[in-house]
T-cell receptor, first 112, second 112 residues
């Protein structure tokens, strides 16, 4: 079993919808949680990172962490066609650790 | 500021050959990490170099090796290539203080 599980999708939603992306993990040592976005033929880019349990909001994006359930989520409000990409969750044991454990990614398509 | 540059972008090799991939980090970044991305396994950490020293290593066989030069540029080498080594190899650099990894566009290796 993988340390981080992520539904690969694909997920297609109409423009303007709220998108919910999720990951579960098994290693309770993970303390830092990140979401990366990867466009086709590009490298991943960091969207958000959070520490421990709670919510963090940045514009249309909200990251949520529930350490008791080992479950993290990314919500995208008012989704736009430019949000179409693969979204990867990633986790690490300590801040600044370059060894990240990634989910396999969810491919998201926003339909105009 | 130039991003992370990886060369070559695409390459085809045959089983048993070896390959060397190159990565130039963002100016001023001293940490370089390498990841392998495949559809089934997602991104998997290979190793990380900081100031020419390997600081962290993932669970890959010894056929995978790397090094970092005094100018922070890095190379990774895969010897005795196997079909399963076909993947996108991503390099990421970081300044260390923010915990953010900046990825290049990757080198896509196909092993025939």
């Amino acid at each position: 079993q993988k340390e981080v599980e992520q539904d690969p999708g694909p997920l297609s939603v109409p423009e303007g919808a709220i998108v919910s992306l999720n990951c579960t993990y098994s290693n309770s040592a993970f303390q830092y949680f990140m979401w990366y976005r990867q466009y086709s033929r590009k490298g991943p880019e960091l969207l958000m990172y959070t520490y421990s349990s709670g919510n963090k909001e940045d514009g249309r994006f909200t990251a949520q962490v529930d350490k008791s359930s080992k479950y993290i989520s990314l919500f995208i409000r008012d989704s736009q066609p430019s949000d179409s990409a693969t979204y990867l969750c990633a986790m690490s044991i300590y801040f600044g650790n370059e060894k990240l454990t990634f989910g396999t990614g969810t491919r998201l398509t926003i339909i105009p | 500021k130039a991003g992370v540059t990886q060369t070559p972008r695409y390459l085809i090799k045959t089983r048993g050959q070896q390959v060397t991939l190159s990565c130039s980090p963002i100016s001023g970044h001293r940490s370089v990490s390498w990841y392998q991305q495949t559809p089934g396994q997602g991104l998997q950490f290979l190793f990380e170099y900081f100031s020419e020293t390997q600081r962290n290593k993932g669970n890959f066989p010894g056929r995978f090796s790397g090094r970092q030069f005094s100018n922070s540029r890095s190379e990774m080498n895969v010897s005795t290539l196997e079909l399963g080594d076909s993947a996108l190899y991503l390099c990421a650099s970081s300044a260390g203080v923010t915990g953010e990894l900046f990825f290049g566009e990757g080198s896509r290796l196909t092993v025939l």
